[in-house]
């Protein structure tokens, strides 16, 4: 099927663009081109990456007091 017979198709079937309009063989063809650009990207393999990532975990409750803020517990 070319692009041309594919959009004829949908308008047929009256579907419609993303803006409202009829759709041409140009439409199709976008689509399609990001539909497989799409695809591969989601399929490849990403290596994993490792980082020194660490995480200090802080108590806020006394800070928070000084500024009127009420514990969550009260």
Known sequence: MTFVSIAE?????EYLTVRGKKF?????????????AKEELL?????PVWSGLSMKVIDKTNLM??????????
């Open 9 to 13: 198709w949908l308008n047929n079937e």
């Open 24 to 36: 041409r063989g140009a439409h199709v063809h976008s689509t399609l081109k990001k539909k497989l």
């Open 43 to 47: 399929s490849r393999e990403h290596p």
């Open 65 to 74: 007091s000084d500024f009127g803020v009420p514990d969550k517990g009260e």
